[in-house]
Nanobody
């Protein structure tokens, strides 16, 4: 069982920046494809971005492209979500997810392991 622990959430002003971190408690993050999803109140959990294993190919939802960046630091066993120029529509609970299988990356059901979620609030 892989436990994922998110950190770095909180309140940020629109146009600012925030960095979320996700550290698996077991095995190296390099063993998994990783992703971030977010879920606003009353909405479904939505794909934000993913990074593949082992080649670290990245993919983004259109809504965050050119603003958010996912990266992996294998030495620190951590995956990051750099949120630049956020807007109030990015306010949500952000979830880190991991999967050891290949294939699709943008649906929640592809991922076997999830973090507990962390709140991000973007003020206007």
């Amino acid at each position: 069982q892989v436990q994922l622990v998110e950190s770095g959430g909180g309140l940020v002003q629109a146009g600012g920046s925030l960095r979320l971190s996700c550290a698996p408690s077991t095995r190296a993050s390099g063993d998994f494809a990783m992703a971030w999803f977010h879920q606003a109140p009353g909405a479904d959990r939505e794909f934000v971005t993913a990074i593949s294993y082992p080649y670290d190919v990245t993919n983004y939802a259109d809504s965050v492209k050119d603003r958010f960046t996912i990266s992996r630091d294998s030495a620190k066993n951590t995956v990051y979500l750099q949120m630049n120029n956020p807007n109030p529509e990015d306010t949500a609970v952000y979830y880190c997810a991991a999967k050891s299988s290949s294939g699709g990356y943008d649906r929640a059901w592809y991922y076997a392991f999830w973090g507990q979620g962390i709140q991000v609030n973007v003020s206007s």
